[in-house]
């Protein structure tokens, strides 16, 4: 999703097989991995596939809660290559069928501020279901 176009902001909710979950570092997700560790292998994951991982700075890895699931809330910033400051906010948290990761990605200079609120929403608002 996105209001202004992906290269201003988008929001991305992925629901992927636990074991598809970390296929860049070759780790995968299981509903006995410590929260800090998914938030962690998250991450590396971002640096491995992130041709600017050198300039990924990390703003705040916290615990919280999405659909009532314990989650993490990773914040990090970095360069686009075009020099562009971005940062990005991903929850994540897995159940026996899928890891999820819920990110919010946009500019540090006015559309991260702008549109931050209305990630927090849908996360707040997010639900897995049963079949799900």
């Known amino acids: 999703m996105t209001k202004d ?8 909710v992925d629901a992927l097989k636990p ?9 995968e997700a299981t509903t006995t991995t410590v ?13 491995a596939k992130n041709p600017n991982a050198a300039s990924v700075t990390l703003v705040e890895n916290t615990l919280a809660k999405v659909s009532g699931q ?21 929850y ?3 159940t026996e069928k899928n890891y999820y990761r819920l990110a919010y990605q946009a500019p ?3 559309y991260f501020k702008r549109d931050i609120g209305d990630f ?3 996360v707040a608002s997010f639900t897995v279901t049963p079949s799900n």
């Open 5 to 12: 176009g992906f290269s201003l902001q988008s929001i991305r």
């Open 108 to 110: 540090t200079l006015h």
């Open 19 to 27: 074991n598809k979950a970390f296929e860049a570092i070759k780790k």
């Open 70 to 90: 314990k989650s993490y809330r990773l914040h990090i910033q970095y360069l686009n290559d075009k020099g562009l400051r971005l940062e990005q906010v991903t």
């Open 120 to 122: 927090e929403k849908l």
């Open 92 to 94: 994540g948290f897995v």
């Open 35 to 47: 929260i800090s560790d998914l938030s962690d292998m998250e991450l590396a994951e971002f640096k």
